[in-house]
């Protein structure tokens, strides 16, 4: 079965430091999320690309954080400088494009941020 | 602006009993509801949706729920829990009028937990 592949799993980092994390959505779907989850919250939406173009990126913190896409295939997310309220788990998703609305997860990276 | 409870943050459940966990959602026009469970240091595993059609939706694993829109709820269901069905569960729902942005705003989770 086809799976959405993340790297790495885990990452601790200092403060003021650069991270980045990459995701490999299933083969052939054209929407790739990322989300951010909190401790103990639901997933939020940071961005959506259909193919290598940004859908949403409303919740985006733009001053360090940034996401591409280049070829609509693989992606990375990454924070500069990392604070320590980015400690979370990231959440790479894909799902076939429009139309097609449930959404198919990778198995995550957890950031610590120290 | 569209959003989902999970009154309960956790479910307790002997083996073999039914189990049931909760999801109320509020949303402009008809709703699309999702059900996601999540085992420890995992990502997300999609369980069921509701798009339109019949009420009662049947998904993976075993598990169903019910969309009820007088009650705005989409509760999740199974006959019969097991232990393996320890885990995290997420209530979705994305926005019906969100057009090219296909964004799911999440619930905050529900734990169940299945003693054997």
């Known amino acids: 079965e086809a799976e959405v592949a993340q790297s790495p799993r885990y990452k601790i980092t200092e403060k003021s430091q650069a991270v980045a994390f990459w995701c490999d959505p299933i083969s052939g779907h054209a929407t790739l999320y990322w989300y951010r989850q909190i401790l103990g919250q639901g997933p939020e939406l940071l961005v959506q690309?259909?193919?290598?173009?940004?859908?949403?990126d409303s919740q985006l913190p733009k001053d360090r954080f940034s996401a591409e896409r280049l070829k609509g295939v693989d992606s990375t997310l990454k924070i500069q400088p990392a604070e320590l309220g980015d400690s979370a788990m990231y959440l790479c998703a894909s799902s076939l494009g429009q139309g097609s609305y449930e959404q198919y997860f990778g198995p995550g990276t957890r950031l610590t941020v120290t | 602006a569209q959003s989902v409870a999970q009154p309960e943050d956790q479910v307790n459940v002997a083996e073999g009993n039914p189990l049931t966990v909760k999801c109320t959602y509020s949303?402009?026009?008809?709703?699309?509801l999702f059900w996601y469970v999540q085992y420890p240091n995992r990502g997300l595993q999609f369980l069921l949706k509701?798009?339109?059609?019949?009420?009662l939706v049947k998904g993976s694993y075993g598990f169903e729920a019910e969309f009820n829109k007088s009650q705005t709820s989409f509760h999740l269901k199974k006959p019969s829990a097991l232990v393996s069905d320890s885990a995290l569960y997420f209530c979705?729902?994305?926005?019906?009028?969100?057009?090219?942005?296909?964004?799911?705003?999440f619930g905050t989770g529900t734990l169940l937990a299945v003693q054997p």
């Open positions: 509701y798009i339109t059609g019949d009420n």
């Open positions: 979705a729902v994305r926005d019906p009028y969100g057009g090219a942005t296909n964004k799911l705003i």
């Open positions: 949303v402009s026009g008809n709703p699309y």
């Open positions: 690309f259909q193919d290598e173009s940004v859908v949403d």
